[in-house]
Every structure is written in C-alpha cells, then in structure tokens.
C-alpha cells in the first residue's frame, strides 16, 4: 500500500470520490470524518477514523499517528442559506475548525494540504469567465469563511513553510460512473439532485427561483463541473505539491453555463419524465451568471475534465439515484 493520506469529510459526497481516486491510484486513503453529513457506507471500515475536528486533542493524536504525507481537507458546512442563519456553527464548523487541522499538521511535521474553496469567494462577479484573480467579495457566511481560511494559508506558508493548493469549486454535480457513491443530502439543495427527485416521485415540482434575470432565458446560470473530475483535480493538486510545486489557488469548472431552464430540459430528456415546475421568487444573493475560467489549472498540472457534458453529468446522477431508490 502506498503513501497515507488524510481526508477530513471524506465520507461526504465530494470526499468520498476523491478517497475512491486516491485508492485507484495507490495511496492508502484515512478518513476522518463525524458523520454528521457524510455516511459510513461511502468509505471503506478500515479506512474511517470517527472524529470531530472539534476535538484538537484527538485529531493530534490521529495525525501524530498515522503519520499522511498530505491531508485533503473537505469537512465542513456547505448550506449558503444556512450559513445566513447561523453564521456562528459556519464560522466554527469551517473556520476555526480549519485551523484546529492545520494546528495538528503542525505540531507533526505534516506539510502539504489542499483545501476545498468554493467559487462563493467571488460573489457577484465582475467579468465572465471567472479568473482566479477576480476580486473577492463573498455574500455570505460560507463564502467568508473559505476567504478567510485561504488567506491564513498564505501565512501558514510564510510562518511555517506549509505548502497548499486551493480548489475553488463551481457546481459540483453527477455521481461515479460505476454507481457506486454519488450526492445525498438531507435536506437536499442542489438543482440537479433537487430535479432528479422530481423526476423519481420525490417531490411533486422543482422550483425555479427567478425568471427574469439578465440571462437569455431569464434564469440564473452556473458551470457544472462532475465530481469525478472534481476528485482527480484533487490528485493533480496532490501531485503537484509531493513534486514540489508552489502553492496555488486554482478554479474548477468546465467553463461553460447552463440556464435553470436548459439544466431542467436536459433532464426531462435523460429521463423521460415529465419534471413539473413552479416558477418562484428570486432568491437574495443569487448571481445571475457564475460560469469558471479554468484555464490556469489545464494549463498548469494538465486537468482535463472527461465529463463535461451536461447530459453525461446528468446521465450518472440519474443512474446513482435509481440505484439509491431500489
């Protein structure tokens, strides 16, 4: 078995694809992860190590035991709205949680980490496709926090000699190709997954929240990136940094948006059902359009998404669904 490698929220729907990656290409995945999103069936026993972050006593003891050559940090509250009403459990759950890892990584030695970012930093952007450089200005509580960690890298690295690489995510979508792990949520917030229970008598409509945008159609649009492409980024990102790359902050999308209403038609026809919808209110903070430049990661550690049509993302959703419901 190869190198150990600590995942946090590694049994989490992000997490768990990643740790499925870094199995395939040899490492020997540690999952550390409270369960209280993620799921015991996303990860294999032997590699799930229960824990809070919360708990420095105990993560210390983990790390200074099992000695990862790197830690991928995907723990953390991912609700926007929720972060809006309690943005005290954001700031602890993902902030000062956050630092409690990199505190236990120092104290062992440990010098490579990646961080799971979000393209929440941006808030509403200025120019499309989103470059990294674009300014920040995060909407809310969950954004806030994956500035704030970002930056305190920078000084970690100054301070401490750590090295990291930033993935800021755009929408994460699909679910593994071979059925195996994929999104489940509750409650459920994302589109596509949101749809699909439509689609499999779930729920009786799909709401678009929104109609008059500035877009084509009137609805808002996003870059949809599979997780699957997602989670071998995650193993770009980590070979990089063994081979003694510089720290960086890279984008993730596929560099191309599709409306609420198009993400809904590709759906009807991956399923063939009907999927009412219920046309609602906007809600506050949505930007009309999030669409990623992710030109620097191609071009820097060679990613090339393999799943970059929407109605392949849509395709393995559907699939994984199926599979859950039977």
């Not at 439509?198 to 997780?227: L, M, Q």
């Not at 609420?260 to 059902?273: F, I, N, S």
Request: with cysteine.
């Amino acid at each position: 078995m190869g190198q150990v490698m600590l995942i946090t929220g590694g049994a989490g729907y992000i997490g768990s694809h990643a740790v499925k990656e870094l199995r395939r290409k040899g490492h020997r995945p540690l999952v550390y992860d409270n369960l209280s999103t993620g799921h015991r069936w996303a990860v294999r026993r032997d590699e799930l190590i229960k824990g809070d972050l919360g708990d420095k006593e105990h993560l210390q003891e983990v790390i200074k035991k099992e000695k990862p050559v790197a830690v991928m940090h995907f723990a953390g509250s991912i609700v926007v709205s929720e972060s809006v009403e309690r943005p005290e459990f954001y700031f602890r759950n993902n902030v000062i949680n956050s630092f409690n890892l990199l505190e236990a990584m120092l104290v062992s030695g440990v010098k490579y980490f990646i961080f799971s970012s979000s393209a929440a930093v941006y808030g509403i952007p200025r120019q499309i496709p989103i470059p990294e450089d674009h300014p920040l200005g995060p909407m809310n509580p969950y954004g806030e926090g994956k500035v704030f960690v970002e930056r305190a890298l920078q000084w970690y690295e100054e301070g401490h000699g750590l090295k990291y690489i930033s993935l800021r995510y755009f929408n994460a979508a699909g679910a593994d190709p071979e059925g195996e792990l994929g999104e489940n949520h509750n409650p459920e917030t994302h589109l596509i997954p949101r749809i699909l229970e439509v689609a499999s008598g779930k729920r009786p409509f799909i709401e678009i929240y929104g109609t008059n945008y500035d877009t084509h159609d009137g609805t808002c649009i996003r870059d949809y990136i599979h997780v699957t492409d997602l989670a071998q980024a995650h193993i770009l990102a980590l070979d990089a940094l063994l081979d003694g790359t510089s720290s960086r902050i890279y984008n993730l999308g596929n560099q191309r948006g599709f409306s609420v209403r198009e993400v809904l038609e590709a759906a009807r026809g991956v399923t063939r059902c009907s999927i009412p919808a219920r046309e609602s209110p906007r809600r506050a903070g949505d930007p009309p359009v999030l669409v990623a430049s992710s030109k620097r990661i191609k071009e820097e550690l060679s990613w090339k998404p393999i799943y970059d049509d929407l109605a392949r993302i849509l395709s393995t959703a559907w699939k994984w669904m199926q599979r859950r419901l039977c």
